[in-house]
């Protein structure tokens, strides 16, 4: 399984981006999709999710409302709408897929099986 994040970039306060995750190998389908984010020195923390039952989307408390996550089945791709973003937006993101996440434990890196590699979003005051 290969997943390809993309649409990072440099981007002013305010301003807005999709990320995208495309799987190879192995469809969404059945699984659970998050993608998470890290800072320098910092943990990589969860910005939100599809969930593996019922294919819902789960967004973190401090981007709920900016950030909304769609899946686009055809194209075996989960996109990452980032809205209105903030200087402390700026990380790597990355994307990954567990097959027995459940939706309790989205929210934890440990919880994955395969990551992507992380694309940059930076955002300038």
């Known amino acids: 399984v290969q997943l390809q994040a993309s649409g990072g970039g440099l981007v002013q306060a305010g301003g807005s981006l999709r990320l995208s995750c495309a799987a190879s190998?192995?469809?969404?389908?059945?699984?659970?999709v998050g993608w998470f984010r890290q800072a320098p020195g910092k943990e990589r923390e969860f910005v939100g999710g599809?969930?593996?039952?019922?294919?819902?989307?789960i967004c973190a408390d401090s981007v709920k409302g900016r950030f909304t996550i769609s899946m686009d089945n055809t194209k075996n791709t989960v996109f990452l709408q980032m809205t209105s973003l903030k200087p402390g937006d700026t990380a790597v993101y990355y994307c990954?897929?567990?097959?027995?996440?459940?939706?309790?434990?989205?929210?934890?890196?440990?919880?994955?099986?395969?990551w992507g590699q992380g694309t940059q979003v930076t955002v300038s005051s």
């Open positions: 990954g897929i567990g097959a027995r996440i459940i939706n309790s434990a989205i929210n934890r890196p440990a919880s994955y099986d395969y």
């Open positions: 190998g192995r469809t969404f389908r059945s699984h659970a």
């Open positions: 599809v969930t593996r039952t019922h294919g819902g989307t």
